[in-house]
């Protein structure tokens, strides 16, 4: 497999994502299956677009009854840093009143997205609102929330692959990677 060129270092190959991802899928079942889960359904709420390479893999191995929805949620705009205060565009279809809930979302960063979406999530009745994330830059942190469950802990630093962009570009490397900033500014996509 050829390394896309605006590639730094590779962190996680598939297999690494895959192997992982399993595991968190066979520990998050066993724990809905030990709570009283309402109608025995977990409603999964992917964060578009970044969730869709880890979501769609982590529910083939998710083993519990479920229902999946999707929110679309702005706080990056376009380039490497965050804008603050998150915007709902595409929010809930399914009633999530006194339901368990999963957050599946690529990364946390500063947790300001994460934040307003699990209090925005509570507040429309749910029973409870866990988070998986498949990557966690701790350090960004400037909201104080823990995601539930963690694929990976990563350092301060830009990453691409596997769902995560660039200007909506490169989600569909194989691979999570460390971006080469630098080089990206001046790049020529052709
Ligand atoms: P937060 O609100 O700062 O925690 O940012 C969360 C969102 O920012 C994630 O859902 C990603 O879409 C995006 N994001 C954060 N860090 C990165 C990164 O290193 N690469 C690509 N997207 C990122
Ligand atoms: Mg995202």
Known sequence: MKTHPLVKKILFNQEEIDKRTSELATE????????N???NTVIIVGLLKGCVPFMANFIKHFNHECQTE?????????????????????????SIKD???????????????????????????????????????????VVPIKSDWVGFEIANEFVIGY??????RL???????VCDVEKIENWKWK
């Open 99 to 141: 339901k368990h809930v999963l957050i599946i979302e690529d990364i946390i960063d500063s947790g300001i997205t994460l934040n307003y979406i699990k209090k925005y999530i509570s507040f429309k009745g749910a029973k409870e609102v866990k988070i998986v994330t498949l990557l966690d830059k701790k350090e960004g942190r």
């Open 70 to 94: 999707y929110m679309v949620v702005s706080s990056y705009m376009g380039g490497t840093k965050t804008s603050g205060e998150p915007k709902i565009n595409l929010d809930l279809n399914l």
């Open 171 to 177: 989600r569909n490397l194989p691979y999570i990677a």
């Open 28 to 35: 998050i079942e066993s724990y809905y299956r030990q709570q």
């Open 37 to 39: 889960v309402k109608d």
């Open 163 to 168: 769902g995560l962009d660039y200007d909506e």
